[in-house]
């Protein structure tokens, strides 16, 4: 929300506040500010902050007494320490008895404690009056006192408003609006609640610090203490130099959930300190590790970035059309492999090191999951990743759901592992992945009697993962013809089947991505492949140990068509994962006439690599044969870009599949390519592209006719369909702008500086800014 010193309609007959401390006024100054009251009164014992408040205009009236200016006010703020609001209950008591204030009127506070200004309220009227909402504003500073306000104080601050069963709406309402109007987003809850959330965020911090400056004062070297005490010290304890009566008010008041805060703070204490004793480096870096990354995913989650919210898509790009691109580059980690490294890395006996992560944050989100069930990860540093894996039967229970942000990988491989697990477990995801068709995992898990529910809306997340301890039995084995060709459920059904009595097989239609099978094998596990039908039997072990991530081909896939579009181009991708489940996009490209060749060709971490180069090309519209469709399954968006530069008709059938990705691929691309003025017919399972490209002479490369126009596009959540329209402009007439971009984190991270690295011409714009 953004702030202004506009004057807005005045909300409120006469504010009155009382205690012009800090907090009472920052309100103060910024209701007069934006003009959101008539009158503005204010209470307070300290005489000259009264004076001068009134010399300066902010106040309308000012007094030591309430009855003195109180009359006529429709809202009543209370801004003094906790144990000082009974009294004043008294005094607003006696104004509404006597008439000066109509019952309706709003009493409010800013206390940081809640249970008990309801206690001391409740002891002075003998029904809580309607208008009493009780209110805490999460903003301060240590500073405090009159001269330390700030209008702005509230500004992108939460207020938590405690709803009674006493409070009417409107107060309610009201009490609501005047926050907004000074920049602050407001947030229900009980009183109990808020005393016990902020024991834990707000008091035990302040009385750590408090106490912290007060070990190193009682020491005899205490002035060496100070000099010396660096950084650490000095941002632990900013706090400490808070206002002591406040605080010791608080401490007070909110004495239970303090106590119970400091008790769960002493036993974790006493475990570190026992970890630091035993020398016990795997648990201990653990801990730290755990809550690096706890520290960062919650700024990613209330900052409401892409990977919780992505109705906060801000960020997009503006690209000016370019038409060459050259050079050597290395494209990062495949995505299945990382999240495959994770997953068996921490199931395996021993550690496993990891490089050539993708440090996207889809892989980071499985990575994130298994930290929360309490394996020790240390990294990622430069896709380097070390893993302490716990054994097949040494994940524990996450305290919170486990979030998958976008990826549908995590969500369906992971509900195989989990529906194993002697724990219960829920798995959730952004608004683009809760859409996805979860039933798919869920109903073969449950033929090997997993319980499991898919609790969103139409069989999908959040999926909810009863534990075998309260199943009694363990997963059975079972023979599963898959209805579609998705390595996402062979992947689930596979990793579920490691667990389960007996023989798990999976028979897939076509021939889909083997990572999974390639991996359990590196991993020491025995997997049958014959044909299209693969085999685990459950109970066996893993053992970690190296894994090198190869280049993703679908990321390379961009700049293939990239180099194929335009003029005068030769990339070379160095070691791209050649997978032969995976290379369907070279496959078509060559169809389609394109000038790929590979080289270098070696293994790494089990994976067949290539280099591969591309250069210009006068690409052919083609049929796609169906049983290429998941082996380019990811690819499709680009490859409708290539389709239209190509000469003549391009026809996808069979790939049904596209409708169910992050977002319906067939409808999105369709409905961009047509904005850029491309003609295309939509069908139930493909797209039908007229190519814009022209036949050319003999051997000469025609491609520097624009095929596509200018114009908005919307990403939907999707990271490829955002980078796809970015290539699409090496072919365009006019600016595109991409909106919804930060999305392409999820599986490309540093797209937009490797595109400009070779010539294309992409600004990253942030909407918030
Ligand atoms: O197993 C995997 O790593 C993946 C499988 C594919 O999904 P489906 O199995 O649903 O086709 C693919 O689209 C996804 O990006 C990654
Ligand atoms: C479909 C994709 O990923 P996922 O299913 O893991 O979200 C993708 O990366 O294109």
């Known amino acids: 929300m953004s702030f202004s010193l506009n004057v807005q309609q005045p909300l409120f007959q006469q504010v009155c506040i009382i205690g012009l401390g800090l907090i009472g006024a920052s309100l103060a100054q910024a209701i007069k500010d934006k003009g959101l009251s008539k009158r503005l009164v204010a209470v307070d014992k300290h005489a000259p902050s009264i004076n001068e408040a009134c010399q300066q205009g902010l106040l309308d009236a000012g007094s030591s007494v309430l009855s003195d200016v109180v009359h006529g006010s429709d809202l009543i703020v209370i801004a003094i320490p906790v144990q000082a609001a009974q009294a004043v209950f008294v005094d607003i008591k006696k104004a509404m008895d006597s008439g000066q204030l109509t019952s309706d009127c709003i009493i409010t506070d800013v206390c940081s404690t809640k249970v008990n200004i309801v206690h001391a309220a409740t002891a002075v009227f003998e029904e809580l009056p309607i208008g009493f909402v009780p209110a805490h504003p999460i903003a301060g500073a240590e500073n405090s006192g009159y001269h330390a306000r700030r209008a702005q104080l509230f500004v992108n601050h939460s207020v938590i408003i405690c709803e009674l069963p006493t409070t009417s709406y409107q107060a309610i309402a009201d009490l609501s609006a005047l926050w907004e109007a000074v920049g602050a987003s407001v947030m229900m809850m009980s009183a109990e609640h808020h005393d016990a959330i902020l024991a834990h965020t707000s008091h035990l911090p302040h009385l750590l610090a408090f106490n912290l400056v007060e070990q190193l004062a009682s020491h005899d070297d205490n002035l060496d203490m100070f000099r010396y005490a660096a950084g650490g010290f000095r941002d632990f304890t900013r706090i400490a130099a808070s206002d002591p009566k406040m605080w010791h008010d608080i401490f007070f008041a909110n004495k239970s959930a303090i106590v119970s805060a400091l008790d769960e703070y002493s036993v974790y204490l006493q475990e570190m300190r026992q970890l630091i004793i035993d020398e016990d480096s795997t648990a201990l870096m653990g801990i730290l590790g755990r809550a690096q ?378 409905d961009g390519l047509q904005t850029l003025g491309v003609e295309c017919t939509v069908t139930e399972d493909g797209l039908i592209i007229e190519g814009k490209g022209t036949a050319s002479q003999e051997g000469e490369i025609n491609n520097n006719q624009p095929v596509f126009g200018g114009g908005h596009i919307t990403s939907h959540h999707d990271h490829r369909i955002a980078m796809s329209f970015a290539v699409a402009s090496l072919r365009a007439s006019q600016q595109i702008t991409i909106e919804g971009v930060e999305t392409v984190n999820t599986s490309f991270p540093g797209f937009a500086e490797l595109a400009n690295h070779i010539g294309m011409s992409i600004e990253m714009h942030d909407s918030k800014a």
């Open 293 to 670: 990354a706890a520290r960062r995913h919650f700024g990613h989650m209330l900052a409401s970035t892409p990977y919780t919210d992505t109705s906060a898509m801000s960020a997009s790009y503006i690209i000016t059309p370019s038409n060459t691109v050259t050079g050597t580059i290395d494209i990062p980690g495949d995505k299945s492999i990382s999240h495959r490294s994770i997953m068996l890395g921490s199931l395996a006996t021993g550690v496993t090191h990891v490089t050539g992560f993708l440090e996207g944050e889809d892989a980071l989100a499985t990575l994130q999951a298994f930290r929360d069930m309490g394996v020790t990860i240390e990294g990622p540093t430069n896709g380097e990743l070390t893993i302490h894996g716990v054994g097949m039967n040494g994940l524990k229970p996450s305290k919170t759901p486990l979030y998958m942000g976008n990826s549908g990988t995590s969500m369906r491989l992971l509900a195989g592992i989990l529906a194993a697990q002697s724990f219960d477990s829920v798995l959730t995801g952004d608004t683009s992945l809760n859409k996805r068709p979860m039933e798919r995992v869920a109903a073969p898990l449950r033929e090997m009697g997993a319980v499991i529910q898919s609790t969103g809306q139409s069989g999908t997340a959040p999926l909810s993962i009863t534990g075998r301890d309260s199943v009694g039995t363990p997963l059975q084995g079972t023979e599963y013809d898959m209805p579609v060709a998705s390595a996402q459920v062979k992947s689930c059904l596979l990793l579920a089947g490691l667990w389960a009595e007996g023989v798990t097989t999976v028979i897939q239609p076509e021939v889909s991505r083997d990572h999974t099978e390639r991996m359990l094998s590196a991993f020491g596990y025995d997997v049958t492949v014959e044909g299209n039908r693969i085999s685990v039997k459950g109970g066996g072990t893993l053992t970690g140990g190296a894994i090198a991530v190869p280049a993703d081909i679908s990321s390379a896939a961009f700049f293939m068509v990239a180099a194929a579009i335009s003029q005068n181009s030769e990339l070379t991708l160095t070691q791209v994962g050649i997978n032969p489940t995976r290379t369907g996009i070279i496959d078509i490209l060559k169809l389609m006439q394109a000038d790929i060749s590979l080289s270098n060709k070696t293994h790494v971490g089990g994976e067949p690599v290539a280099d591969i180069t591309i250069r210009s090309s006068n690409l052919k519209g083609i049929e796609i044969p169906e049983y290429l469709v998941p082996l380019a399954i990811d690819e499709f968006p680009v490859l409708f870009v290539a389709a239209s530069c190509a000469e003549g008709r391009t026809v996808l059938t069979g790939a049904k599949e596209l409708r169910v990705k992050e977002s319906d691929r067939i409808a999105v691309m369709a």
